[in-house]
C-alpha cells in the first residue's frame, strides 16, 4: 500500500547541484520532420481553399489565393513602414544637430532607402512573378 522510502543521497549533495544529471534533449527523426511540414503545407493549403487537383489545371488560382492570404500582413508591413521611417529621420536630424553629421546623414539615408524598398515590394514581388511565369 505505501511505497518503501528511498534514499538517493544527502542534503549537501542536493544542495551542491550533485543530484541534476544531464538529460538528452528530445530531437524529432528526419521522417517526423518530414511529416510535419507535409501535414503543415495540407492544412495550409486546405485552409486557404485550394484544391490541388483543380488548381493544377488553372494557371495562377495558388498564386491569387495566396495572394490574397497574405495581403493583410503586407498592408501591415506597409503601414508601419512609415512611422518607423519617421523615427528613425528624426533620430538622424537629432543626429546632425548634435554634431554627428555622418552618423545622421547615414541612418536618414538608409531610413529613406528602407521605407522606399518596403513600399514597391509588393510591385516587385508581382514583377518576379511574371518573370517566373514566363520562363
Not at 508591413?77 to 538622424?92: D, F, M, N, T
Not at 555622418?102 to 512573378?129: C, H, N, R
Given at each position: 500500500m505505501f511505497n518503501k522510502v528511498q534514499t538517493v543521497g544527502t542534503i549537501s549533495e542536493f544542495l551542491a547541484g550533485e543530484h541534476k544529471k544531464p538529460r538528452k534533449a528530445w530531437r524529432p527523426s528526419a521522417a517526423v520532420t518530414n511529416s510535419v511540414i507535409i501535414v503543415a503545407g495540407a492544412l495550409f493549403f486546405t485552409l486557404a481553399?485550394?484544391?490541388l487537383a483543380s488548381a493544377a489545371t488553372v494557371d495562377g488560382v495558388i498564386?491569387?489565393?495566396?495572394?490574397?492570404?497574405?495581403?493583410?500582413?503586407?498592408?501591415?508591413?506597409?503601414?508601419?513602414?512609415?512611422?518607423?521611417?519617421?523615427?528613425?529621420?528624426?533620430?538622424?536630424?537629432?543626429?546632425?544637430?548634435?554634431?554627428n553629421r555622418?552618423?545622421?546623414?547615414?541612418?536618414?539615408?538608409?531610413?529613406?532607402?528602407?521605407?522606399?524598398?518596403?513600399?514597391?515590394?509588393?510591385?516587385?514581388?508581382?514583377?518576379?512573378?511574371?518573370?517566373?511565369?514566363?520562363i
Open positions: 481553399g485550394v484544391d498564386y491569387d489565393k495566396i495572394n490574397r492570404a497574405f495581403l493583410p500582413l503586407v498592408e501591415l508591413v506597409k503601414g508601419l513602414s512609415y512611422p518607423i521611417a519617421l523615427v528613425i529621420l528624426s533620430a538622424g536630424a537629432l543626429m546632425i544637430m548634435i554634431g555622418e552618423k545622421g546623414f547615414s541612418m536618414i539615408q538608409q531610413a529613406s532607402i528602407g521605407y522606399i524598398l518596403v513600399q514597391l515590394m509588393p510591385l516587385l514581388m508581382d514583377l518576379l512573378v511574371q518573370i517566373a511565369k514566363s
